[in-house]
């Protein structure tokens, strides 16, 4: 059963940062994508950025210089570290595995950015 779990949200001021974790049950690489994505209230849930099993990653333009997505197969775990953050990434961030057949995404983890 693939699970994940994911960690490190908080609050946080503007301009701050925050690393989020995301640790899988299972081994990521065996899986196309691995990601992360976040949902606003009243908003769609929206990409933020994917790193691929070829090591291809794909940022949003909304946080591309201040986002980076990185991974360590050994512990089958997915980071985002999030740089001067601001307001408008306030949401919560979701980790998302994709397969051939089917997307695992785990339960969420809220990302505060206020003063």
């Known amino acids: 059963q693939v699970q994940l779990v994911e960690s490190g949200g908080g609050l946080v001021q503007p301009g701050g940062s925050l690393r989020l974790f995301c640790a899988a049950s299972v081994d990521i690489f065996s899986f196309i994508a691995i990601g992360w994505y976040r949902q606003a209230p009243g908003n769609e849930r929206e990409l933020v950025a994917v790193?691929?099993?070829?090591?291809?990653?794909i940022v949003a333009d909304s946080v591309k210089g201040r986002f980076t997505i990185s991974r360590d197969t050994a512990k089958n775990t997915v980071y985002l570290q999030m740089n001067n953050l601001k307001a408008e990434d306030t949401a919560v961030y979701y980790c998302?595995?994709?397969?051939?057949?089917?997307?695992?995404w785990g339960q969420g983890t809220q990302v505060t950015v206020s003063s």
């Open positions: 790193l691929s099993r070829s090591g291809v990653t």
């Open positions: 998302n595995l994709q397969g051939i057949i089917r997307n695992y």
